[in-house]
C-alpha cells in the first residue's frame, strides 16, 4: 500500500511509546499509485528524518478516501490516527516529525493523473525545524501547493531565515529585515 512507511504508535493503553531517529532515504526511486506516509506522534515524534534526491514516479493512482495506515501486530486502539493523516492530499506526508530535511523530492505523474488527483509533493504538518528544498511536482500548477504546510511548523528557507506557515501555506518568507 504505502512505498515507503514510518508509524510511532500506541498499541495498547498502557504500552510504552517507541521512537524512530535517524532515519535517512537517499537516491530512491518510487513508482506508485500510493503515497509515502512517515508518522509520529506529538509526544513522541520521528526525529531528524533526511529525504535526500527521492523520484517519487506516479502510477496509475488510487483515490484516498477509504485509505488507511498500516496496523502491525496485536492492537487493542484505534482512533483519528488510523486514517488522519494517511488522507492527507499529498505523495510524502510527513506528521509530527522534529528535524526534517527535504533536499530533491521530485513528484512526476501525468497530466491526466493530476486532473484526476491534484496532490502536494509533500505535506508536513506538526513538524519542527524543517529544511525543505529542492521539491518539485510535474505538471507544475499552483494549486494545490508543491509544498503543504500544516500545523504552523518552522520552515527554513534556502537562504536560512526561518518562518512560520500561516494560513496561505504556499506563500514566499517574508523579507529580511534591512
Known amino acids: 500500500m504505502f ?12 504500552s510504552k511509546v517507541g521512537r524512530i531517529r535517524d532515519v535517512t532515504l537517499e537516491n530512491v526511486t518510487i513508482r506508485s499509485g500510493s503515497g509515502a ?23 496509475d493512482p488510487q483515490g484516498w478516501s477509504a485509505r488507511r495506515k498500516h496496523i502491525g501486530g496485536r492492537r487493542t ?10 488522507r492527507m492530499p499529498g505523495w510524502f506526508v ?4 522534529d528535524g526534517l530535511t527535504v533536499d530533491g523530492l521530485r513528484v ?6 493530476f486532473r ?5 509533493a509533500l505535506v508536513a504538518a ?3 525545524d524543517a529544511d525543505v528544498r529542492n521539491v518539485v511536482r510535474e505538471p507544475d500548477r499552483p494549486y494545490p501547493p508543491v509544498v503543504d504546510r500544516r500545523q504552523r511548523p518552522v520552515i527554513r528557507s534556502r537562504t536560512g531565515r526561518r518562518w ?15
Open 94 to 97: 510527513a506528521a509530527h516529525v
Open 126 to 128: 506538526g513538524v519542527k
Open 108 to 113: 512526476r505523474m501525468s497530466e491526466d493523473d
Open 3 to 14: 512505498p515507503v512507511f514510518m508509524d510511532v504508535e500506541h498499541r495498547h493503553k498502557d
Open 37 to 59: 506516509l512517515v508518522q509520529g506522534m506529538p509526544e513522541s515524534p520521528i526525529e531528524r528524518l533526511a529525504i535526500r534526491r527521492m523520484d517519487f514516479q506516479v502510477r
Open 164 to 178: 512560520r506557515a500561516g494560513r496561505a501555506a504556499n506563500r514566499r518568507p517574508p523579507a529580511a529585515p534591512r
Open 77 to 86: 486502539l484505534t482512533g483519528q490516527r488510523d486514517t488522519e493523516f494517511a
Open 116 to 120: 484526476a488527483f491534484p496532490r502536494s
